[in-house]
């Protein structure tokens, strides 16, 4: 997928006209794009049209409008957007009540490294996380991370086949495993992958 350029942005004007709209065709497209697994962990995988939606919001509720302020925000979130030979995700760890997230997110340290994609008979594809910054701090994780998934070009051109995709979480302290995905979703995860040389799927 190509990077958003400033020309592919809804003016503040504009967006204050289309957010409704706009929003609602997102949130459709965001839910075909949300894996839970197990009960307290969410991925939430990214592309073009989840990214834009971000950014926008950001613009809209910090009233940016400056050109070199937008380019900011494209290059904090254009590194989200998939670039045909992976999957990238938010991970969310979520407990509601906050003395139990606190210490949750001390036992789950290195959480984000235990991640694993599965596509038909390979073996699981684990994530590199958190390649723009450190959110771990020995002590305790993030609740929120950011995941990709270096997809080898036989993975892809089996996914784009129709292989089933599974994911899971191998860590001592949170073990669970989702999958094979429902069509739907597999369908939404893998309109992110080429295989070189055959195009983008149509």
Do not use: C
């Amino acid at each position: 997928m190509k990077p958003l350029r400033r020309e592919d942005l809804y003016t503040l004007e504009a967006y204050a006209r289309l957010r409704t709209q706009f929003r609602s065709r997102v949130m459709a497209h965001k839910r075909r794009r949300v894996v839970p697994v197990g009960p307290h962990v969410t991925l939430h995988f990214e592309d073009r049209l989840t990214i834009q939606y971000q950014i926008q919001e950001m613009l809209r509720i910090e009233r940016i409008f400056e050109p070199e302020a937008i380019q900011e925000e494209l290059d904090a979130y254009n590194p989200l957007i998939p670039d045909g030979s992976d999957w990238r995700a938010t991970m969310m760890i979520e407990y509601p009540d906050p003395e139990e997230r606190h210490r949750r997110l001390r036992e789950l340290v290195g959480i984000e490294e235990r991640v694993w994609v599965r596509v038909g008979e390979h073996s699981p594809i684990w994530a590199m996380a958190d390649e723009d910054l450190e959110r771990d701090t020995g002590e305790k994780t993030s609740a929120v991370h950011f995941l990709r998934f270096p997809l080898p070009q036989a993975v892809r051109r089996d996914a784009l086949a129709g292989a089933t995709v599974a994911m899971g979480i191998d860590h001592p302290a949170y073990r669970h495993q989702t999958g094979p995905l429902p069509e739907e979703q597999r369908q939404a995860l893998v309109t992110d992958l080429e295989v070189e040389g055959e195009g983008p799927p149509q």
